[in-house]
Nanobody, 116 residues
Framework: QVQLVESGGGLVQPGGSLRLSCAAS????????MGWYRQAPGKQRDLVAA???????RYVDSVKGRFTISRDNAKNTVYLQMNNLKPEDTAVYYC??????????WGQGTQVTVSS
């Protein structure tokens, strides 16, 4: 079974940037559309960005213009470039299939904290 390992989180000031990576132990092309999710304390895990195998992307309104999702099928890695970070972006970030029917096991996620 494909394992997903997220990295790249950290503490950043408002307005700062981070680049998250999600390394898969197997083919992400076989999974299809991939997504980045986030879960803030006491809240549900929500999809914030998705990318198809062909590179088409979509975002929730709250991150449009600030976040960019990309993928490297050859490296089996998905990225999330996050710019102009805001305190409300603070959460644990996870990657997985964008469609629930294609979910693999959830990784441990990577913590993003935006605070001055």
């Amino acid at each position: 079974q494909v394992q997903l390992v997220e990295s790249g989180g950290g503490l950043v000031q408002p307005g700062g940037s981070l680049r998250l990576s999600c390394a898969a132990s197997g083919s992400i092309f076989s999974i299809g559309a991939m997504g980045w999710y986030r879960q803030a304390p006491g809240k549900q895990r929500d999809l914030v960005a998705a990318i198809t195998s062909g590179g088409s992307t979509r975002y929730v309104d709250s991150v449009k213009g600030r976040f960019t999702i990309s993928r490297d099928n050859a490296k089996n890695t998905v990225y999330l470039q996050m710019n102009n970070l805001k305190p409300e972006d603070t959460a644990v970030y996870y990657c997985n299939a964008a469609l629930s029917g294609n979910f693999r096991g959830w990784g441990q996620g990577t913590q993003v904290t935006v605070s001055s």
